[in-house]
């Protein structure tokens, strides 16, 4: 990992004005790297900024458990040194892996073994804020809430991004309703999912980005609890869907303040209820009860949300003909994943260490975005081989199908997940993989590659434990 700095820079900056769009995890990470390089960072968010970890109604998916892998928790303290201790501070629980986590394999239950390593869990509104916080310290960043952006402004060769046309929401004061512009020597679109990019770009001239998208048509639906039925002698279960056969899948884990969060999801349409009786029922049909029994007698503290915007798209900006000088796209609006495997935030400060990178390597800003593009597409291959491998596994699901090559990678990857009850080694392995530690590469030397073909070979499937043993 090439360590992000994490200090202010004593060199001359690169440029005057930088503006991030969107206070999201990428856009604050975003705005955290730009603050090193550019004399001023200006960070629009459409919403209002609360002062404490409160929900915002431009994010629904923070209704929903966030996980922070152990590759993002690792960049995010190169960013900030006392991110740790701010995270201690507001309560968020560690969990190591695997011994304070109970999984269900394929086959069986994987090994409660230490593996010598932890990740967080918290509320998407406590975290955000945990980073605001850390960014207050910089007295180059600036927020600007309540802003709605309504189109890019270019020079008149329309070759250079200059700026932003904004129009003032609700919330702005004497603002209000009133339309303004925003002069940037360089801009960053963090604003997710919902990014206009596209649109603004072919308004542009440049025209629309290809996109690619596998979509497994997953649903989720989530609540919180003050309390379980019982005391439990761990802080997460994870009971995945058995592909391809099965659907349904949940996630009980230990949040910030000693609470529990429960998030229910189905692949192929098959959505969790977002009433009472429907959600427990839900609950109670996954392949094992563990996590029914945990919660029918729990005090919920929420409602129940539900979300269903979980496709995977990729905006291929890197092979645009043409691309904008002085402008980038981070985050889920260059490339956004399933949620259901809890790695967008972590993709995020990848997103943000490629920025780091490709400013420090720049005398001047030319070229910088198309470089970025290119780089934080190569930082995106992992995750979305992940994330669309894992997706592929039902017939249902939408998308291009990959080569033959990769088919039969899916196939050893399942039949490693069936060994993995029995052999730790091939748990470790692919724990440390999914949390973007190690590259798939490492599912495949010798030491797991000789177990697995012989299971293979053997055909040795195993009937999965759905019992509390």
Same mark, same amino acid.
């Given at each position: 990992?090439?360590?992000?700095?994490?200090?202010?820079?004593?060199?001359t900056?690169?440029?005057?004005?930088?503006?991030v769009?969107?206070?999201?995890?990428?856009?604050? @990470?975003a705005?955290?790297?730009?603050?090193?390089?550019f004399?001023?960072?200006?960070? @629009?968010?459409?919403?209002?900024?609360?002062?404490?970890?409160?929900l915002?109604s431009?994010?629904?998916?923070?209704?929903?458990?966030?996980?922070?892998?152990?590759?993002?928790?690792?960049?995010?303290?190169?960013?900030?040194?006392?991110?740790?201790?701010?995270?201690d501070?507001a309560?968020?629980?560690?969990?190591?892996?695997?011994?304070?986590?109970?999984v269900?394999?394929?086959?069986?239950?994987?090994?409660?073994?230490?593996?010598?390593?932890?990740?967080?869990?918290?509320?998407?509104?406590?975290?955000?804020?945990v980073?605001?916080?850390?960014?207050?310290?910089?007295?180059?960043?600036?927020?600007?809430?309540?802003?709605?952006?309504?189109?890019?402004?270019?020079d &008149?060769s329309?070759?250079?991004?200059?700026?932003?046309?904004?129009?003032?929401?609700?919330?702005?004061?004497e603002?209000?309703?009133?339309?303004?512009?925003l002069?940037?020597?360089?801009?960053?679109?963090?604003?997710?999912?919902?990014?206009?990019?596209?649109?603004? @770009?072919?308004?542009?001239?440049?025209?629309?980005?290809?996109?690619?998208?596998?979509?497994?048509?997953?649903?989720?639906?989530?609540?919180?609890?003050?309390?379980?039925?019982?005391?439990?002698d761990?802080?997460?279960?994870?009971?995945?869907?058995?592909a391809? &056969?099965?659907?349904?899948?949940?996630?009980?884990?230990?949040?910030e303040?000693?609470?529990?969060?429960?998030?229910? *999801?189905?692949?192929?349409?098959?959505?969790?209820?977002?009433e009472?009786?429907g959600?427990?029922?839900?609950?109670?049909?996954?392949?094992?009860p563990?996590?029914?029994?945990?919660?029918?007698?729990?005090?919920?503290?929420?409602?129940?949300?539900?979300?269903?915007?979980?496709?995977?798209?990729?905006?291929?900006?890197?092979?645009?003909?043409?691309?904008?000088?002085?402008?980038?796209?981070?985050?889920?609006?260059?490339?956004?994943?399933?949620?259901?495997?809890?790695?967008?935030?972590?993709?995020?400060?990848?997103?943000?260490?490629?920025?780091?990178t490709?400013?420090?390597?720049?005398?001047?800003?030319?070229?910088?975005?198309k470089?970025?593009?290119?780089?934080?597409?190569?930082?995106?291959?992992?995750?979305?081989?992940?994330?669309?491998?894992?997706?592929?596994?039902?017939?249902?699901?939408?998308?291009?199908?990959?080569?033959?090559?990769?088919?039969?990678?899916?196939?050893?990857?399942?039949?490693?997940?069936?060994?993995?009850?029995?052999?730790?080694?091939?748990?470790?392995? *692919?724990v440390?993989?999914?949390?973007?530690?190690?590259?798939?590469?490492?599912?495949?030397?010798?030491?797991? *590659?000789?177990?697995?073909?012989k299971?293979?070979?053997?055909?040795?499937?195993?009937?999965?434990?759905?019992?509390?043993?």
């Amino acid at each position: 990992m090439q360590n992000p700095l994490v200090n202010h820079r004593s060199q001359t900056h690169i440029a005057d004005h930088a503006v991030v769009i969107g206070a999201s995890v990428a856009g604050l @990470l975003a705005a955290r790297v730009l603050a090193d390089y550019f004399q001023r960072v200006t960070v @629009l968010e459409r919403d209002t900024l609360p002062d404490q970890p409160e929900l915002r109604s431009g994010v629904p998916q923070a209704h929903h458990l966030h996980v922070l892998l152990r590759r993002g928790q690792q960049s995010l303290n190169q960013f900030f040194p006392h991110f740790e201790e701010a995270l201690d501070a507001a309560g968020v629980p560690t969990m190591n892996w695997l011994d304070e986590a109970r999984v269900l394999g394929v086959s069986g239950w994987l090994s409660q073994t230490n593996l010598g390593f932890s990740t967080r869990s918290c509320g998407r509104a406590l975290l955000e804020w945990v980073i605001r916080q850390q960014l207050a310290t910089y007295p180059n960043i600036t927020f600007q809430d309540n802003s709605q952006i309504d189109g890019l402004l270019a020079d &008149e060769s329309k070759s250079r991004i200059t700026g932003l046309q904004i129009r003032y929401r609700r919330g702005a004061g004497e603002s209000a309703g009133q339309k303004d512009t925003l002069n940037a020597d360089f801009v960053v679109d963090a604003s997710g999912r919902g990014s206009h990019t596209p649109e603004w @770009l072919e308004a542009l001239g440049f025209g629309k980005p290809e996109e690619t998208t596998v979509n497994s048509f997953l649903g989720y639906a989530s609540r919180i609890y003050k309390t379980l039925s019982q005391p439990v002698d761990w802080k997460a279960m994870n009971i995945p869907a058995r592909a391809p &056969e099965g659907t349904r899948g949940g996630v009980l884990s230990v949040i910030e303040n000693n609470r529990w969060m429960l998030t229910l *999801f189905g692949y192929v349409r098959d959505y969790p209820p977002t009433e009472e009786a429907g959600f427990v029922e839900f609950a109670q049909s996954l392949p094992t009860p563990l996590i029914y029994e945990a919660i029918k007698d729990g005090e919920p503290e929420t409602e129940i949300f539900g979300y269903q915007r979980t496709a995977n798209c990729a905006h291929h900006y890197e092979r645009m003909a043409r691309f904008p000088e002085h402008f980038a796209v981070m985050g889920d609006a260059a490339c956004c994943f399933n949620p259901v495997y809890g790695q967008g935030m972590t993709i995020s400060a990848l997103g943000a260490e490629t920025l780091d990178t490709c400013l420090r390597s720049a005398s001047d800003l030319e070229g910088l975005g198309k470089r970025f593009q290119q780089q934080l597409a190569k930082s995106n291959t992992l995750p979305w081989l992940l994330a669309t491998g894992a997706d592929l596994r039902y017939s249902a699901t939408e998308g291009k199908r990959p080569p033959r090559t990769s088919q039969l990678a899916q196939t050893y990857l399942s039949h490693l997940q069936d060994i993995m009850p029995e052999n730790i080694e091939a748990a470790e392995a *692919f724990v440390r993989v999914m949390n973007l530690m190690e590259r798939p590469t490492t599912l495949f030397r010798p030491s797991l *590659f000789v177990p697995v073909v012989k299971h293979m070979l053997l055909g040795n499937n195993k009937a999965t434990t759905t019992s509390d043993s």
